[in-house]
């Protein structure tokens, strides 16, 4: 019921907040759309903190970003005029397309002291959506649909699963949701796709006879439907069709070794719009 096992790599991003790359990975590049995978502290950020933990304005193509937190507050600022934070179970899902920039701060931290932890993905866009007009909406509430059953607790992030649908406009076949789960429980995993991944962002799991810890992606065959909580855990299920190769260059992605190119060219000789309401470092 597992085709690959997957660890995530930690890595500090710089003042101490450190992340745990698990997509792209060397022998397995993507699972359906999704093209990067970014598992975000846990980490104590302290009132005051350094501006240096902020990820500063910075450009994409190709791709949609999608923000989710189970703690903590993050500010995002865009090229667009979007200024919308994302906090827990909420979700900033940016579209690229054809090249946008952004910012991530911890405007909240610096003021408050705060306690950040969450995952960032990146969904490539299909053939013949690559270059689309980049776009932004906040997602919240109705829109990402819960429920509580049996001991699991559901999310739905993106896409459809469970009988239910996520208000973020997708452009490819996917899903996307996130499990608490408590000791014992067991969850269904979405089927129906052809790739699908389920990580252990805490906790331990039981799948297939074999026990997998916090921080493991589980690449899973048409075969894994139930995962059973050993312990209390935080799961995320993700799966969709795949929609061919795509190269990453820096934070660009496109099917074209060309296009990454020009975007990194346009980037350097300035020809990307910083954010409006973030425009003086980058």
């Known amino acids: 019921m597992i085709d690959m096992i997957i660890p995530q790599r930690r890595h500090?991003?710089?003042?101490?907040?450190?992340?745990?790359?698990?997509?792209?990975?060397?022998k397995r590049r993507m699972i359906g759309p999704f093209v990067f995978f970014d598992h975000m502290g846990p980490v104590d950020l302290p009132a005051g903190i350094d501006r240096s933990v902020d990820v500063r304005p910075h450009p994409h193509i190709g791709l949609s970003?999608?923000?989710?937190?189970?703690?903590?507050?993050i500010m995002h600022r865009d090229s667009l005029g979007y200024a919308q934070a994302v906090k827990p179970h909420?979700?900033?899902?940016?579209?690229?397309?054809?090249?946008?920039?952004?910012s991530e701060r911890f405007d909240h931290a610096r003021q408050h002291g705060d306690r950040v932890h969450g995952i960032q993905a990146w969904v490539a866009l299909p053939d013949g959506q690559e270059?689309?007009?980049?776009?932004?909406?906040?997602?919240?509430?109705?829109?990402?649909?819960?429920?509580?059953?049996?001991?699991?607790?559901?999310?739905?992030?993106?896409?459809s699963a469970y009988g239910l649908s996520a208000g973020a406009k997708t452009l490819s076949p996917l899903f996307y949701?996130?499990?608490?789960?408590?000791?014992?429980a067991v969850a269904e995993i979405p089927g129906g796709h052809r790739e699908r991944g389920l990580y252990?962002?805490?906790?331990?799991?039981?799948?297939?006879?074999?026990?997998?810890?916090?921080?493991?992606?589980?690449?899973l065959d048409a075969a894994a439907s139930r995962v059973r909580a050993a312990?209390?855990?935080?799961?995320?299920?993700?799966?969709?069709?795949?929609?061919?190769?795509?190269?990453?260059?820096?934070?660009?992605?496109?099917?074209?070794?060309e296009r990454l190119a020009q975007a990194a060219a346009d980037w350097k000789a300035g020809r990307m719009k910083l954010p409006d309401a973030d425009d003086a470092e980058f």
Not at 178 to 184: C, D, R, S, T
Request: no cysteine.
């Open 12 to 26: 500090d991003l710089g003042g101490g907040f450190s992340v745990g790359r698990v997509l792209p990975f060397a």
């Open 90 to 102: 909420e979700v900033n899902w940016m579209t690229a397309g054809s090249g946008i920039t952004h």
């Open 200 to 219: 252990v962002a805490t906790g331990t799991v039981e799948l297939d006879g074999a026990r997998y810890g916090a921080g493991t992606m589980l690449v």
């Open 131 to 159: 270059e689309i007009a980049p776009s932004f909406s906040h997602h919240a509430g109705h829109e990402l649909p819960q429920w509580d059953e049996a001991g699991v607790t559901g999310h739905l992030i993106a896409g």
């Open 177 to 184: 949701a996130h499990l608490e789960l408590a000791p014992g």
């Open 231 to 257: 312990e209390q855990a935080t799961v995320m299920v993700l799966g969709g069709e795949p929609i061919g190769e795509r190269f990453i260059y820096w934070n660009f992605v496109s099917s074209s070794r």
């Open 65 to 73: 970003t999608v923000s989710y937190l189970f703690s903590g507050q």
